[in-house]
């Protein structure tokens, strides 16, 4: 066999070798696209479920916030201070809470429209955070639930069942309310207690939504593997 149709077979065979890389890496191109979109429209879905909690929540919270900010403004006098306060408070945090999930909604419609898997799970991440953030907010709201009933003259005639009963529960839900404040942490998920207390749909959502995507990379490593 001459050199030159050795070279010719070589060539051929070369060719053929090539285009069988080719065909494979547009099979892996394909895959890969599919299972993103897939995954991507799961994730779409289950975040369309959290949008519509987020507008309740929204809806509900403006109307509670402004109420209890309309009350305080109405009934400010020194026998209903600890009621301004504590209402004026909880409208606050209740308003503070409606911004959040405002900016929360915005960044659903952003992972929506996200180009890429990476800028998709920059939005869960963000979610996620701000969810733990507006979550430990909300709970400072707690001791001031344990005092809006009070009222000057009732410590001054009755001063045995506020030292012995209101004071005791205010400061056992104050200290609560500190240690989940500090605690509230992506790094103690894992623990039951916040199992239970993040058992709502809200973050099951957004927990099921980051996995979706982060499926996608394993699926990655699984084709290259292959």
Not at 46 to 67: D, E, N, P, S
């Amino acid at each position: 066999m001459q050199d030159s149709e050795l070279n010719d077979i070589m060539k051929g065979y070369n060719q053929k070798l090539d285009e069988a890389r080719l065909l494979n890496l547009q099979s892996w191109v394909l895959n890969l696209q599919h299972y993103t979109y897939q995954q991507k429209q799961k994730a779409n879905a289950k975040l369309g479920k959290l949008t519509l909690q987020k507008k309740v929540l929204v809806f509900l919270g403006i109307i509670y916030g402004f109420a209890l900010l309309f009350l305080a403004a109405n009934t400010i006098t020194w026998q209903k201070i600890f009621f301004c306060i504590c209402t004026a408070a909880i409208g606050i945090i209740t308003l503070y809470a409606v911004v959040v999930y405002i900016k929360q909604l915005y960044w659903i419609q952003q992972f929506n429209s996200a180009d890429s898997i990476v800028e998709a799970q920059e939005k869960l991440v963000m979610l996620k955070d701000s969810t733990l953030s507006v979550t430990r907010i909300l709970f400072l709201q707690t001791p001031f639930y344990c005092l809006f009933f009070v009222s000057p003259a009732m410590i001054v005639d009755s001063p045995a069942p506020f030292i012995l009963v209101t004071l005791p529960i205010t400061l056992l839900f104050t200290f609560v309310t500190i240690w989940l404040y500090r605690n509230i942490d992506i790094k103690n998920a894992h623990k039951k207690w916040f199992r239970i207390l993040f058992g709502t749909s809200e973050w099951t959502q957004l927990v099921q939504s980051k996995q979706l995507l982060d499926d996608i990379e394993e699926f990655k490593k699984e084709i290259v593997m292959k």
